[in-house]
T-cell receptor
Framework: AQSVAQPEDQVNVAEGNPLTVKCTYS??????LFWYVQYPNRGLQFLLK??????LVKGSYGFEAEFNKSQTSFHLKKPSALVSDSALYFC??????????????FGSGTRLQVQP | SQTIHQWPATLVQPVGSPLSLECTVE??????LYWYRQAAGRGLQLLFY??????ISSEVPQNLSASRPQDRQFILSSKKLLLSDSGFYLC????????????FGDGTRLSIL
């Protein structure tokens, strides 16, 4: 069975500093990995995905994520945080060999707070 | 471009009343459709998914049901709401390929009194 862990409930960072939101996953085979952001009372917005190829994936709003197969991690990063990045972030995984369920497995979410 | 619509945005219902939440997708055909519930602004629980008209898979036993009467319409229902049905309900769609992301509606906040 596939699973995702986001070990930090909350991450605090000062505006202008780099940010990292951590994600580790567990699957039987190769993973498809996704990051989403959620603002209050809104749905989840897709940020980026890793399918195959380059381990560094670039996405929306200046975010990027690094896939590390040996550490089974897919951490979200941004070189310079903005106050407007404050939101709830979700990591999600789907296993390459998942033929039936056709749904993503989501982590529990990490709240990012960027202080001015 | 594709869009997804959910309504209503908020709903307050008494215990024991029925429920119908609707979700429609535009700009694509034969999407996979999903209903999630999010409790306390945190993790998402998959309730139902559908890969085609009339095809519904349930993830967890519960007081809710889902239907897909048309290709791009997904409905979440209940005959008698419980207090525990309160939450934020999200509809999502994706293309059939496994490497495609899901795209979410703006959700319905359901409060049961």
């Amino acid at each position: 069975a596939q699973s995702v862990a986001q070990p930090e409930d909350q991450v605090n960072v000062a505006e202008g500093n780099p940010l990292t939101v951590k994600c580790t996953y567990s699957v039987s085979g190769n993973p498809y990995l996704f990051w989403y952001v959620q603002y209050p009372n809104r749905g989840l917005q897709f940020l980026l995905k890793y399918i195959t190829g380059d381990n560094l994936v670039k996405g929306s709003y200046g975010f990027e994520a690094e896939f590390n197969k040996s550490q089974t991690s897919f951490h979200l990063k941004k070189p310079s945080a903005l106050v407007s990045d404050s939101a709830l972030y979700f990591c999600a995984v789907r296993e390459f060999w998942d033929m039936g369920r056709r749904a993503l497995t989501f982590g529990s979410g990490t709240r990012l707070q960027v202080q001015p | 471009s594709q869009t997804i619509h959910q309504w209503p945005a908020t709903l307050v219902q008494p215990v024991g009343s029925p429920l119908s939440l609707e979700c429609t997708v535009e700009g694509t055909s034969n999407p996979n459709l999903y209903w999630y519930r999010q409790a306390a602004g945190r993790g998402l629980q998959l309730l139902f998914y559908s890969v085609g008209i009339g095809q519904i898979s349930s993830e967890v036993p519960q007081n809710l049901s889902a239907s897909r009467p048309q290709d791009r319409q997904f409905i979440l229902s209940s005959k008698k709401l419980l207090l525990s049905d309160s939450g934020f309900y999200l509809c999502a769609w994706s293309q059939g390929a496994k490497n495609q992301p899901q795209h979410f509606g703006d959700g319905t906040r359901l409060s049961i009194l």
